[in-house]
């Protein structure tokens, strides 16, 4: 991953000197020596505040915040203001913002939630991975890039970034929909996808091996390492972390063994020849597992919002904008951006047999976001891209993801136009044991009920989706309600209080992904949606936060108070 | 600050080539250029797991956690095990660290507080300043020293880390007594007389001039810098911050704002000349006066628990034990620790004329802990230590740290058995208006209450503690009665739960400092202290923090929940 070998080739033509010039390289050598910290602090102060204020005026203007701070790092680099010159420490700053960034990804990834993603879902992201990269890789060839280059441009075009997707299906209430579980099952599993194939490419790569013997076993190997790796830290870090956190003395000692395994796995990763990201996902993963995985998610979103911000910038800081301007790179990102959008598309063909919007399935799999870019950067640190191509994947992601947005919404209110609220005409008889009951892991709606009991049914549905899964049958009656009026009355308000005391982040998730809260809560779905604007919380599932959930049960807690007068 | 110059002074002996190593040198660099992203990952995770396991094993032999910290840096570092090579990449990440460790201490420092340290209390102070730092500079230039390296020596003696007696004095429940509060006010005194001494030594040293014109305009220039950078922070930062926070989308924006802000002051600090610290402490207090308080240093806390022990290990890293067996270290070591704690006794006279234990006093000032240390590395920083001198003062400050919590046991406790639990003799009638008044911002104590009063004045108080400032006789009223047993009832269990709601972490430090929370919550006591004994946690103020009493929140808001049966 490391962008640094890039400026490094060049440092190494230097580096073959005549003796006269040895003089002029021994002091370079000497001041190569000196960390000027002063530098450091005001290229972070910079980085910081920079990234901030562009990702406060790009949410305005309903541009993903990651975006902005991509182009305020092109912007303030040494290709234009030139503010920043690329320098180590925000590499190595940036490398560590990246770990956290998958560790994140990984610690909300539910690796049961994977199990149940369904052969649609499945389908869709196998197509929609092997449809643009093996186009991509195609492409690159036929446009004169080397077989290399174009094998990882063709893995960068495989990514999907489902975080601003999730985004606009939430704004328009259809995060319930069967299109919207079908995309973020498919992203959830494109995931795991991209980082096997990162695996593979990269050794392929890096061993010159192009034989069906050797990517045979190079799979194998990728694949070896995330089942062992995995393995291990699903065994042994839930134990780990359970033994000290009955023991520790000090509250903090939890969040920062957990970082500290992070970055042990991303080492392990990156000794095995593999992307040390990977590691940092499989650790996620093992993490969330664990008791502590509030605390742990806690603590590394704060490390995040200060680091991740220095990814992003980073990539425009090494983007050489003049690049941009060159014919070829022009027409090759023209190529790579409509075999990127029509490949997605395609792949909805995957979700064949379901009553769902195919076209709307596919505009939500077209944004490539940060995973693209971590692609990217790693073809330049296994030494494949040079600036143009880097140039090329840039702009790739840049338009897919800019052009996904406002085709969702067009598409989602289209559709939402033809279908008005449904009369209460199929409703049935409270079933016995219920309308809503949990059977094996699982919530389940018995029954059609009337549309005046979305609210009970939603805020008992989310207690019981704290522990278990809602079925497809209750996501399906929610969404069908999803425009309908929400009335709180005593019963109502105190099972939202049992909600806040008793339920968990999943039955936060519930609630949004309803859109209960954006009917019934304005306020608090403002507060959960400036949060998702975040370019630090790209994942799906960062949807209702501990703090926002903490800041209502204070408020609520006071109101109790007075209200009781106790 | 950058304890790299050290390691620097070698490169640079390598870096006088003649031609025929030119080649070896064009090597190095070609190398230099390249991060070894695995090597820094397996750096960082080494650290981390490395010092959480020694602060929790130092915390259960009751020796401060942050000697655990330093002891294993040395044991993993370079002159011992091995296990970490001193790296650029770490000094970063460990300077990014004590960037934020005297943010901290900025941000939890009151300026009002600062304002309020009695004549005692600043007397004790400057006697504490002068007395080590004029012999620690004698005794340096008698045993052969530099004069430059005697300045730097005495320096180092003159600090006060006030952690660890604030620690010992809150297990004994004697954070409310006289004795006490004048080593708190001192140590908050020292903390700004450290920065300006640092300011002007390093100047003197940089500068290479001596003389008294020189000294006089170094000393202004100093506190011209804290002057003008805090009157344009104190002014600038909290309407900055205020205009952000009310318009900004995303809820992270602040906090990124502020680390943002905080390593501009340190960037500025150092392009005056000056250690990137005292930017990083201005900074600090300017924070503490926004809106965002807690926010902030929420955040700031989370990104120390990781950066913190970075910088404590390095230190040890940076340690090279076989200059501890050196008899010239080991008698200068020893002269100096002599004197750094004679000169910490002697200055309990600034104390005379108050009915106090001036021995305790001088006591609870010889701790140097970590600002000891700080003075160290940018001794090395600025040229005037090696090795030796760099051992030499770590080892004053083990010695230091470690005698101090011992003794002040013992002298409490020798204390606390002379004098029994007051009968209720001089109890008086409640006076007209109550017993507990606010008054000029100051919570005042009228009359002598009965002991039975303890804790729902208490309760009573730290509610108004939340803004004003508790008096004299309050305190010594609830440090005499500091063992009574306390009774909950109704009307005091309805206080606290008013506490809980509307008090901040200004009626937390009231209710732990007269030892209410130890007697009637011993659980909370337990969590706060295990806070303490956080390596990151040295300021006397983080002695209750937010996170914990919002699970105290969660905790009661549950059960009231429950009782009430809503």
Not at 291 to 316: E, M, N, T, W, Y
Not at 446 to 471: E, K
Request: charged share 15%.
């Amino acid at each position: 991953m490391d962008v640094g070998r890039r400026r490094r080739a060049s440092d190494r033509r230097t580096a073959r000197p005549s003796d006269r010039n040895c003089e002029v390289i021994s002091s370079v050598l000497a001041s190569a020596g000196a960390i000027d910290y002063g530098r450091v602090f005001a290229d972070l102060a910079i980085i910081l505040i920079v990234a901030k204020v562009a990702s406060e005026l790009f949410e305005r203007i309903h541009v993903p915040a990651v975006l902005g701070e991509i182009v305020a790092g092109i912007v303030i680099g040494p290709s234009m203001l030139g503010l920043i010159d690329p320098s180590d420490a925000m590499r190595i700053l940036a490398e560590i913002g990246v770990i956290i960034l998958l560790a994140d990804v990984g610690l909300e990834m539910d690796l049961k939630e994977l199990r149940r993603v369904g052969r649609a879902s499945m389908l869709v992201a196998i197509l929609g991975v092997v449809l643009p990269m093996s186009s991509g890789v195609l492409a690159g060839s036929l446009l004169g890039e080397s077989l290399n280059a174009s094998l990882f441009l063709g893995a960068a075009l495989a990514a999907t970034s489902v975080g601003i997707t999730a985004r606009v299906f939430g704004d328009l209430r259809a995060l319930s929909s069967t299109e919207a579980r079908i995309v973020l099952g498919a992203a959830v599993a494109d995931d795991v996808l991209g980082l096997v194939i990162l695996t593979v490419v990269t050794r392929i790569v890096v061993q010159g091996s192009v034989d069906v013997a050797g990517v045979i076993s190079t799979i194998g190997l990728a694949i070896g390492f995330l089942v062992i790796a995995g393995a291990v830290g699903l065994t042994l870090v839930p134990r780990l972390l359970a033994w000290v956190g009955n023991r520790a003395v000090s509250p903090a000692t939890v969040g920062v063994l957990a970082a500290g395994i992070t970055f042990a796995f991303s080492a392990a990763a990156s000794s095995a020849q593999l992307a040390p990201i990977i590691g940092a996902f499989v650790a996620g993963t093992a993490l969330a597992r664990t008791d502590h995985h509030d605390r742990i998610a806690r603590d590394f979103k704060a490390l995040g919002s200060i680091f991740i911000p220095v990814f992003f910038l980073q990539i425009g800081i090494d983007t050489d904008v003049t690049k941009f301007f060159s014919g070829h790179v022009l027409i090759v990102a023209a190529v790579l951006t409509v075999i990127a959008i029509v490949g997605k598309m395609l792949a909805a063909v995957g979700a064949w047999g379901t009553n769902t919007d195919k076209l709307l399935i596919g505009i939500g799999m077209v944004p490539r976001g940060e995973v693209g870019l971590i692609f990217a950067t790693i073809g330049v640190s296994v030494g494949v891209f040079q600036e143009d191509l880097y140039a090329v994947v840039l702009l790739v992601v840049l338009l897919t993801t800019v052009v996904a947005p406002p085709l969702l919404k067009w598409r989602l209110t289209s559709n939402d136009s033809a279908s008005a609220e449904p009369e209460d005409e199929n409703v049935t008889e409270e079933p016995v044991g219920g309308w809503v009951r949990v059977i094996n892991d699982e919530v389940q709606l018995h029954g059609v009920p009337p549309s005046r009991l979305v609210l009970p049914l939603a805020l008992q549905s989310s207690l019981h989706a704290a522990t278990a899964q809602p079925n497809d049958a209750l996501l399906d009656w929610m969404h069908t309600h999803r425009n309908s009026t929400l009335q709180w009355d005593e019963e109502t308000s105190q099972m939202f209080l049992d909600v806040l005391m008793r339920g968990n982040a999943r039955s936060w998730r519930f609630l949004d992904v309803t859109s209960v809260i954006t009917r019934a809560l304005p306020e608090v779905a403002t507060a959960i949606r400036a949060r998702r604007g975040d370019a630090s919380e790209l994942g799906p599932t960062h949807l209702a936060q501990m703090p926002t959930v903490e800041a209502l049960r204070t408020k609520v807690g006071r109101a109790t108070l007075a209200d009781s007068s106790l």
